[in-house]
């Protein structure tokens, strides 16, 4: 599956999740989100954060109801307890410590809590489904270099849910705490002291492979990039704002956002040209991808129509108080994203570092490896065995380089 295929998926259910504050909508979404990684995860390192995404949803909505309780705005309904109010000054007018806790201010903190929580579960589904490293090869010749710090940035998460289960696993054959106050403590320097050596060893690599490296360009294509990009970003945030803008007069909204697409792809064609990037096996755009962001649009779709036609039936009642409404084109719209896991071809479930898609050698094929494995071109079917060669000699200076997923020598990215 092509990694930009589930992130535009994930946009989809986020931009539904937004919408709405009816726990039952928001329920049932992270419900198919998750169902989706179940069914369609790798064994890689990433596969294993949308976990971690759960977790900090629920502490979300944990920690929104606390800071609702404290310091929400004290709305009436049926008051549940009574906390010490403290008496602020006049320039802190709307601020609250303390005072009656209601059921409506608990339940709307908790709906809104929910809301956060199914947007961060939409995004953590596609941090687990898709692979980073691929993930940056479909970046714009421009956008490499952030894409690489992008990337890295991705990675950190399930790197360190790698890390921390590796620790934790060494603690518990030792004999040691894993849980509680001391086994967090025992924990942290460890997985701190694996992410550092894992940043000094990515430095180390993609300065010995020329990251960074740029051809020469005249005054004039300098100008114009530079001209392009900072217009076509300012006619994006004025578009953007338009049309979401009710008020906005007609001639600022869409005419406006078109302009300023149009310039920022001059611009990223004219700065791509000085950056030296190839493209080795690029991933294939099929219909299962086209069914994947589809299914994804028609959730948000869906919502949005519900919104329009009826907008209490997205919302958590709490005036009177009742149970929310099942509104019935957005929980089909919703469910619909299950094909997700259908219609997509099942995961490799081999990872030696990268996937097979990801990285045409596996991991034996490092600077300074004694042997490397050569793998014919991926087919649409059962590829040919891997057969065992002889490594290249390696520069003595690079044999202790780690190779490093996502780039490769003058700053290009592989396979």
Avoid at 52 to 64: M, P, Q, S
Avoid at 85 to 107: D, S
Avoid at 232 to 252: C, F, S, T
Avoid at 290 to 300: H, K
């Amino acid at each position: 599956m092509h990694p930009l295929a589930w992130w535009l998926w994930a946009v989809g259910m986020a931009a539904a999740a937004m919408r709405t504050t009816n726990p039952l909508v928001l329920g049932l979404l992270i419900v198919v989100v998750g169902w989706v990684v179940a069914a369609r995860r790798t064994d890689a390192p990433w596969g294993r954060s949308f976990s971690l995404a759960l977790r900090l949803g629920a502490f979300i909505v944990v920690l929104r109801v606390v800071l609702a309780a404290l310091f929400g705005l004290r709305i009436p309904g049926t008051v549940l307890f009574t906390l010490p109010a403290a008496e602020l000054p006049e320039w802190a007018a709307g601020v609250n410590i303390g005072g009656a806790v209601t059921v409506q201010m608990l339940l709307g903190a908790a709906a809104e809590g929910l809301r956060l929580a199914a947007i961060v579960a939409a995004f953590g589904a596609a941090n687990s489904l898709a692979n980073p490293y691929r993930l940056l090869r479909t970046m714009p010749s421009v956008l490499y270099e952030i894409g690489v710090a992008l990337t890295v940035a991705l990675a950190i998460v399930p790197q360190t849910v790698l890390t921390a289960g590796r620790v934790r696993e060494a603690r518990r054959l030792r004999g040691r705490a894993v849980r509680g106050l001391r086994g967090l403590r025992g924990l942290a320097m460890p997985v701190l002291e694996g992410a550092l050596e894992r940043s000094v060893d990515l430095a180390a690599s993609m300065d010995a492979r020329g990251y960074g490296r740029r051809r020469q360009a005249t005054g004039a294509a300098v100008v114009v990039s530079t001209v392009a990009l900072m217009v076509g970003i300012v006619g994006v945030g004025v578009g953007v704002y338009a049309v979401l803008d009710v008020g906005a007069p007609d001639v600022a909204g869409l005419p406006v956002l078109s302009v300023g697409v149009a310039l920022l792809a001059v611009g990223m064609v004219v700065s791509g040209r000085r950056v030296d990037r190839s493209r080795y096996r690029p991933d294939p755009w099929r219909m299962a991808e086209f069914a994947v962001v589809a299914l994804g649009m028609v959730s948000a779709v869906s919502v949005a129509v519900v919104g329009s036609v009826d907008p209490d039936a997205l919302t958590m009642p709490l005036y009177p108080l009742g149970w929310p409404a099942v509104p019935p084109l957005a929980v089909v719209g919703i469910t619909a994203s299950v094909l997700a896991g259908i219609v997509t071809p099942l995961p490799v479930m081999t990872y030696s570092g990268l996937d097979h898609a990801a990285a045409p050698a596996s991991r034996e094929a490092s600077v300074g490896s004694a042997t490397t494995a050569v793998r014919a071109p991926a087919a649409h079917g059962p590829g040919p065995a891997v057969h065992p060669a002889p490594a290249p000699a390696a520069h003595p200076t690079a044999a202790t380089i780690p190779a490093t997923p996502g780039v490769t020598a003058a700053g290009q990215v592989p396979a």
